[in-house]
């Protein structure tokens, strides 16, 4: 390998980014804008989950209740019902995602034996949305189980021996609302690096063909490798830069906490854009149209880093098989280092599992990738 | 293309014998060499030898193989049977170890356009491992001649057809190359801007760099030191292009006329007639036999109303050399 050719394909690569300010402008406020759309619509669908009420007994007790879940912020109420059957009804409408059903006798219940079963119903289509409403719905009832022991108290001198009205008490303690957005964020940012890292090395060896540069850059003495690393390398540069912006929206702008140390976020961010920068170049060499190349990196980045890294579908909720096609999918490991990284502060040897995970794919695809370029026409 | 310019082809030949002995001789030897692309056969059992100091020109009609066989030397297209040797590699074993020593101009201008004159210079130094100052020495020198050194900041894209294919020449010449392949170097490329080419070409071969080019004009044809004539994948022909015409049968006629599309009329098919070939206003027409032909052509072009200014014997131009060639091979 001839380091001097290296450079002047780098350098060369980098002049021809620097004057497509289009493109440079798509490659760096892509991730942003990305960011800002995915990490807003993991809290807008969070704060409103549209619910179904069916007060039965219509007191001021009751509607106390309901307006706990209202006031809470994470409900909203879309539907008011009048029979038991008709929650199934809106359900299947999609016009709410939750129910709650208040029994006929709830406050005299709740008067008598200082407690009382409230009902929620959860559409569980959608596990995430699921959970992450279960949670709220713990704490609306937290919230009405505090305002009744005060009440009680008042009224009778004593605390209640039997405390709130509903099970799950321990979740009152828990802040469902951040800690969801707070799990979901970092998978967003491993989810956009995989997209926009594979985009943007998807033209590389295209533009090359299309332009019809190829042609006299094969008949030099440039070897393949030096062409993969000289073009790679820019590209590397603004990955990182990608990813800085994208951290840096996560922990300024959404405010995920991060507890872990910056060395290991960007060694394994590093590790991480080698492999999905690695695989727009294969797709690059084996593709000689620019859209052609550039759609099936969508293709084969989208649906699987969407669905398969468990950043928004938990893997241990998955059947087995499915499990363990997700050991391909190389955003899984990210998404589990950063959450990691960001919520519990862990370090490199911590997160050993995922990181030999994404070293192996590392290692394979710049394999790949430095056997796939032939100084070759045909 | 008039027989004007014919004597443009003979100095060539006397310089071809001047340059012969400096330097080691560097050949390319092309021997058996074949490419279908599936059912085609491009190029078919292609066989020649071209020497230091020799501009090799390979000349045909549109998809004749030329591009094909301009790949093949290059390195960058593998040939399905056959052998290369550049310079005693065999480029079909060792394609990258014969790259050191080769430049190949593509067909299609293949300089970065959103790269200036100046970085693509740069860009192809460096994949050479040029000297920063032989560089900049070589850089100036072909700038200079070839009219490009106050351009040297303005993208590639932005130059005219003939600029650029010059700046394809300086890309290709920033190191020291042995061997030179040229694919159409010079088409969309005005006169004067061939005619600076051309100089630079002449320039390397006293300097013992062996020169293979494909051309479209038969002009250029003239002055190369050899020809190869391509049809279907195939030579037909190769040799100097003196000793072409000497194989031309018969004797060549100019005919002036008002009319030389109805003159080709009357006298496509009559005997003794073996080709009629329109140049512009005149018409090229072959004989076997000019004193028994002349007469006869006089009368019938009278018969027919066609109208004549003159009829005189010329030295054939290498354009007529080919279509009385391909011609013949056609009829063949
Ligand atoms: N990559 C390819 N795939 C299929 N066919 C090809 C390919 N390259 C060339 N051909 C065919 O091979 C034949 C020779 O083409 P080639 O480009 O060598 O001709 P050429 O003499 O350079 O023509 P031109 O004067 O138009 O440049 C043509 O019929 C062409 O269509
Ligand atoms: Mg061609």
Redesign the pocket.
Same mark, same amino acid.
């Given at each position: 390998m001839n380091l001097r050719r290296l450079f002047a394909l780098a350098y060369k690569e980098t002049l021809q980014i620097w004057r497509d300010p289009r493109s440079l402008a798509i490659a760096l406020l892509m991730p942003l804008m990305q960011m800002a759309i995915l990490g807003y619509g993991v809290s807008l669908d969070i704060k409103h989950v549209p619910l179904c009420v069916y007060d039965q007994e219509n007191s001021q007790q009751s509607r106390g209740l309901v307006q706990d879940f209202v006031s809470s912020g994470w409900f909203s109420i879309s539907r008011r019902l009048e029979r038991e059957a008709d929650i199934r009804d809106a359900m299947d409408r999609g016009s709410c995602n939750a129910a709650i059903v208040v029994p006929v006798n709830f406050s005299r219940t709740l008067a008598m034996n200082g407690t009382a079963p409230v009902q929620a119903i959860f559409d569980a289509t959608d596990v995430n949305t699921t959970n992450i409403a279960l949670g709220y719905a713990q704490g609306a009832m937290a919230q009405a189980s505090r305002e009744f022991v005060t009440g009680w108290a008042a009224a009778h001198g004593t605390q209640p021996s039997l405390v709130g009205q509903i099970n799950l008490e321990p979740n009152t303690w828990f802040n469902e609302t951040l800690d969801s957005r707070n799990f979901i964020i970092p998978g967003v940012v491993a989810v956009i690096l995989a997209l926009v890292g594979a985009q943007l090395t998807s033209l590389t060896i295209s533009r090359e063909w299309e332009r019809g540069t190829m042609e006299q850059l094969i008949s030099t003495p440039v070897t393949a490798l030096e062409v993969m690393l000289g073009k790679l390398t820019p590209y590397f540069m603004i990955g990182l830069i990608d990813a800085g912006f994208c951290l840096a929206v996560a922990i300024f702008w959404f405010h995920v906490p991060f507890r872990g140390n910056v060395i290991t976020l960007f060694t394994t961010t590093m590790l991480f854009l080698i492999v999905v920068l690695g695989i727009g170049y294969l797709i690059s060499v084996r593709i000689r149209s620019q859209l052609g190349a550039s759609q099936v990196a969508l293709l084969v980045t989208m649906l699987p880093t969407n669905l398969l890294s468990g950043y928004t579908f938990p893997i241990d909720q998955m059947p087995a098989a499915i499990q363990a096609l997700t050991l391909v999918v190389y955003a899984r490991y990210y998404v589990t280092i950063l959450r990691g990284v960001f919520l519990k502060g862990s370090s490199l040897t911590d997160l050993w599992m995922p990181i030999v995970g994404l070293s192996v794919y590392a290692l394979l695809i710049i394999w790949l990738a430095a056997r796939a370029f032939h100084k070759r026409?045909? | 293309m008039t027989s004007g310019e014919i004597t443009v082809g003979n100095p060539v030949r006397t310089d071809v014998d001047k340059t012969s002995a400096p330097s080691a001789p560097v050949t390319v030897r092309a021997h058996g060499l074949s490419k279908s692309?599936?059912a =085609?056969k491009?190029v078919n059992n292609v066989d020649f030898t071209v020497t230091a100091g020799e501009i090799f020109g390979l000349v &045909?009609p549109? &998809?004749? &193989?030329? @591009? @094909?066989?301009m790949r093949m030397l290059a390195g960058v297209l593998s040939a399905d049977t056959g052998d290369i040797e550049v310079d005693g590699v065999d480029v079909t074993a060792d394609p990258e170890q014969a790259k050191l020593h080769l430049s190949y101009m593509p067909?299609r201008f293949g300089l970065y356009e959103d790269l200036t004159v100046a970085e693509n210079i740069f860009f192809y130094g460096e994949l050479f491992s040029v000297s920063r100052t032989d560089r900049l020495v070589r850089s100036q020198a072909l700038l200079k001649a070839a009219g490009l050194a106050d351009f040297q900041k303005r993208l590639a894209g932005q130059l005219s057809g003939g600029m650029k294919q010059k700046l394809g020449l300086i890309c290709a010449l920033i190191h020291t190359p042995r061997v030179l392949l040229l694919d159409?170097p010079t088409t969309g490329v005005d006169p004067v801007s061939r005619r600076e080419f051309w100089g630079i070409l002449y320039n390397l071969r006293e300097s013992g760099v062996t020169i293979i080019l494909?051309t479209?004009y038969m002009d250029e044809a003239e002055r190369c030191s050899r020809l190869a004539l =391509?049809h279907a994948?195939e030579i037909r022909y190769c040799d100097t292009p003196a000793r072409l015409k000497a194989t031309m049968p018969g004797v060549l006629l100019a005919i002036i006329s008002s009319n030389p599309r109805a003159l080709r009329e009357a006298l496509t098919g009559q005997t003794g007639i073996l080709g009629v070939l329109l140049m512009g206003d005149r018409v090229h027409v072959r004989v076997d036999d000019p004193a028994q032909r002349i007469p006869e052509i006089r009368a019938s072009l009278a018969n027919h109303h066609v109208e004549i200014t003159s009829i005189e014997q010329v030295v054939p131009g290498i354009e007529d050399v080919f279509v009385a060639l391909l011609g013949s091979e056609e009829t063949a």
């Open positions: 026409i045909n | 692309f599936g =085609l491009a &045909g549109d &998809g004749a &193989g030329k @591009t @094909t066989i067909q159409e494909s479209a =391509l994948g």
